[in-house]
């Protein structure tokens, strides 16, 4: 997992992953606009998964992974943290599903938290455990999640 500000994806990912080119104009937007500009906005090279939803306790979320696309995880709106372990640690609970490109685990990790202007980019080796509650609270989530292939 690679856990950085918007600004420096915006610089930085275009030269470790060529593919990812086309991400530039898109992290711009996503640095100044709000989430619902974001999705009336065209960006149609990119694979852009819109999320609302209320973050809950880490313990009632699995970990989950995938094989085909990384994931560039981006809070527009409120906060959570996002847990992140290597895969080879976790033990797997259902398995992969192709046609979703998702397979899900339990186990245990680190976690940082995503906020506005910060990212989280997510190797498909790399188990992950988004939306879960920075503390007590449920907080109102915003977020875009960018499906980039490798």
């Known amino acids: 997992m690679v856990y950085d500000s918007l600004d420096n994806f915006m610089e930085n990912l275009p030269r470790y992953m060529p593919r990812c080119a086309e991400l530039a104009e898109f992290l711009r937007a996503a640095r100044e ?3 619902d500009e974001l999705k009336n906005m065209d960006f149609p090279q990119l694979d852009l998964r819109f999320n609302e939803y209320e973050t809950k306790p880490e313990a009632e979320i699995p970990f989950e992974a995938h094989r085909k696309l990384w994931d560039l995880q981006l809070v527009l709106e409120g906060e959570e943290m996002i847990g992140a372990a ?3 640690t976790l033990t797997e609970t ?3 599903d ?3 490109d998702i397979a899900f ?3 245990s ?3 940082v938290k995503l906020s506005r202007g910060v990212a989280a980019l997510l ?3 790399d188990g992950h455990r988004p939306g ?3 503390g007590e609270t449920p907080s109102r989530v915003k977020k875009i999640v960018v499906k980039l292939a490798w």
Do not use: I, R
């Open 94 to 96: 259902v398995p992969y």
């Open 123 to 125: 190797a498909p080796w």
């Open 98 to 100: 192709e046609a979703n």
């Open 33 to 35: 606009k709000s989430f």
């Open 132 to 134: 879960a509650s920075c």
């Open 105 to 107: 685990y339990k186990g």
């Open 109 to 111: 990790g680190s976690a």
């Open 86 to 88: 290597p895969l080879e």
